[in-house]
């Protein structure tokens, strides 16, 4: 066994690179920060299986949002009529890696109405705990 075999064998090895978390910004104003996820599949209610869930970082107020499908189409136009229209646009919308979320249309829309969106570290659904809890 070679010494840098044996080192690792010893648990001598080199130590996994650490990456810093991410800081959100603070939030002073309602409706400014919202953080969104999808839920599901669920038991088929009314033809709807999923939700997306929308959470208002300052005030806490949830919208749960019931939908048929989680295609970026689906996603984008639930999240613009009731999100959007109802509340305004918000500064920042933090998400997950989902491929709803990183499609080409969510990314126009939020670019479109000036927001900005920030995706939470892949795999690690603590980093957007507002709306995974």
């Known amino acids: 066994m070679g010494s840098s075999m044996?080192?690792?064998s010893k648990g001598q090895g080199h130590e996994a690179s650490k990456s810093k978390f991410a800081q959100f910004q603070e939030v002073d104003t309602r409706?400014?920060?919202?953080?969104?996820?999808l839920?599901?599949?669920m038991p088929l209610s009314n033809g709807q299986v999923y939700c997306?869930?929308?959470?208002?970082?300052?005030?806490?107020?949830?919208?749960?949002i019931p939908l048929p499908e989680i295609t970026a189409e689906i996603v984008s136009k639930a999240f613009y009529e009731h999100w959007l229209c109802r509340f305004g646009v918000p500064t920042g919308i933090i998400t997950d890696q989902?491929?709803?979320?990183?499609?080409q249309?969510?990314?126009?829309?939020?670019?479109?109405?000036?927001?900005?969106?920030q995706h939470t570290t892949?795999?690690?659904?603590q980093s957007n705990g507002t709306i995974e809890r």
């Not at 989902?98 to 499609?103: L, S, V, W, Y």
């Open 52 to 64: 997306l869930t929308c959470i208002d970082r300052f005030t806490c107020c949830m919208e749960a």
């Open 122 to 125: 892949p795999y690690h659904s």
């Open 39 to 41: 839920i599901g599949p």
């Open 98 to 103: 989902g491929r709803q979320f990183e499609a």
């Open 31 to 37: 409706f400014s920060i919202v953080h969104i996820d």
């Open 105 to 117: 249309l969510f990314r126009n829309l939020a670019a479109i109405c000036g927001a900005k969106v």
């Open 6 to 8: 044996h080192q690792l």
